[in-house]
T-cell receptor
């Protein structure tokens, strides 16, 4: 089945630790996106990529990093510089200027 | 800052009634508009996309777009308790292939 797979579903991070969230899609979509959602809030764009080996910062990129080495994969690293990382992280993909489809999300908690 | 605005609600309607959800956007050059439904703790799922002025119907859902007024709406006919969720409006900004999301409207359908 085609879709977007995010892993893990739940992730716990200690203070000062870097963690990486995985996002894989088999929809042959060119564009991929990472959003952050805080309780009761909308989606805020962290990074997006329109083609392999290229990506752009979104509205809240500080403390995050990404790579796009393969069309299917767009991992997000939450670095220790992100001081308030507890949130629901959503990965999405799309063909250009059509609807985006989302993975099931990763819930990150700082412990 | 290009924005998408929605009334946060909650919007309460009785079962069987029509629910009307509204969204305004600031980027006059936006070309693509989307409605997503998000249940608590889950990822957004696409309901409708609309690209040209007028109405687009899909089952119990109708999306309406008025580019001159920078306004997009979603009507849900014969509302059911299972429609209770947060509805997110998304706009693709012109020339960037970024999706900007509103903060969502929480809908409650009362049985």
């Amino acid at each position: 089945d085609g879709g977007i797979t995010q892993s893990p579903k739940y992730l716990f991070r200690k203070e000062g630790q870097n963690v990486t969230l995985s996002c894989e899609q088999n929809l042959n979509h060119d564009a991929m996106y990472w959003y952050r959602q805080d309780p009761g809030q909308g989606l805020r764009l962290i990074y997006y990529s329109q083609i392999v080996n290229d990506f752009q910062k979104g509205d809240i990129a500080e403390g995050y990093s990404v790579s796009r080495e393969k069309k299917e994969s767009f991992p997000l690293t939450v670095t220790s510089a992100q001081k308030n990382p507890t949130a629901f992280y959503l990965c999405a993909s799309s063909t250009r200027d059509s609807e985006a489809f989302f993975g099931q999300g990763t819930r990150l908690t700082v412990v | 800052q290009k924005e998408v605005e929605q009334n946060s609600g909650p919007l309460s309607v009785p079962e069987g009634a029509i629910a009307s959800l509204n969204c305004t956007y600031s980027d006059r050059g936006s070309q693509s508009f989307f409605w997503y439904r998000q249940y608590s703790g889950k990822s957004p799922e696409l309901i409708m996309s609309i690209y040209s002025n007028g109405d687009k119907e899909d089952g119990r859902f109708t999306a309406q777009l008025n580019k001159a007024s920078q306004y997009v709406s979603l009507l849900i006919r014969d509302s059911q308790p299972s429609d209770s969720a947060t509805y997110l409006c998304a706009v693709m900004t012109s020339g960037t292939y970024k999706y900007i999301f509103g903060t969502g409207t929480r809908l409650k359908v009362l049985a």
